[in-house]
T-cell receptor, first 114, second 115 residues
Framework: AQSVSQHNHHVILSEAASLELGCNYSYGGTVNLFWYVQYPGQHLQLLLK??????LVKGIKGFEAEFIKSKFSFNLRKPSVQWSDTAEYFCAVSAGGATNKLIFGTGTLLAVQP | GAGVSQTPSNKVTEKGKYVELRCDPI?????LYWYRQSLGQGPEFLIY????????DSGLPNDRFFAVRPEGSVSTLKIQRTERGDSAVYLC?????????????FGPGTRLTVL
């Protein structure tokens, strides 16, 4: 069965620090990969996604992620975080097919201190 | 345009009762998904509709859970004989199609509490 692992459950950073959140998935076939973010009091929204082409994906608000197929990883990065990046971040995988259902990791809670 | 909406935003019920949760997808989106998010976990897939039909219900935990989408738009998730373990946030998402890489847009969720 497909699964997604997010190794960092809770991350605390100061403003301007660099961010990298780990995400590994288990599935041997072609996958689509997503990062969703949930800001306090808001619903899940898409940060970025990968489904083909350049493995380095740019998203909204200065986020990017790199798909490394050999490592089954899709880590999220941002060179300089802001207080407004405080949120919960979820990595998700979809194996496509007829359903395109998402398999989510357990999430990483990021707190950015001003 | 309007996003995915879900009603009610909160629902408190007693063990053994029946509940219905409603989802209004983005207009024109043919694919609709239900997920459940328990505390400290990521969302877990429950069921997927393409149009009016449930194309994949493999995530429904047992036969107390049922969902419909009779006209291919609004969907209702129905839970019979609720149990305390059903307490969670129930999320609905829609996408234009179920094609590869199609973005799923999530609603705000319904927080269900079973006492």
């Amino acid at each position: 069965a497909q699964s997604v692992s997010q190794h960092n459950h809770h991350v605390i950073l100061s403003e301007a620090a660099s961010l990298e959140l780990g995400c590994n998935y288990s599935y041997g076939g072609t996958v689509n990969l997503f990062w969703y973010v949930q800001y306090p009091g808001q619903h899940l929204q898409l940060l970025l996604k990968y489904f083909s082409g350049d493995p380095l994906v740019k998203g909204i608000k200065g986020f990017e992620a790199e798909f490394i197929k050999s490592k089954f990883s899709f880590n999220l990065r941002k060179p300089s975080v802001q207080w407004s990046d405080t949120a919960e971040y979820f990595c998700a995988v979809s194996a496509g097919g007829a359903t395109n259902k998402l398999i989510f990791g357990t999430g990483t809670l990021l707190a950015v201190q001003p | 345009g309007a996003g995915v909406s879900q009603t009610p935003s909160n629902k408190v019920t007693e063990k053994g009762k029946y509940v219905e949760l409603r989802c209004d997808p983005i207009s024109g989106h043919t694919a609709l998904y239900w997920y459940r998010q328990s505390l400290g976990q990521g969302p877990e897939f429950l069921i997927y509709f393409q149009g009016t039909g449930a194309a994949d219900d493999s995530g429904l935990p047992n036969d107390r859970f049922f969902a419909v989408r009779p006209e291919g738009s609004v969907s209702t998730l129905k839970i019979q004989r609720t149990e305390r373990g059903d307490s969670a946030v129930y999320l609905c998402a829609s996408s234009l199609t179920s094609g590869k890489g199609d973005t799923q847009y999530f609603g705000p969720g319904t927080r269900l509490t079973v006492l």
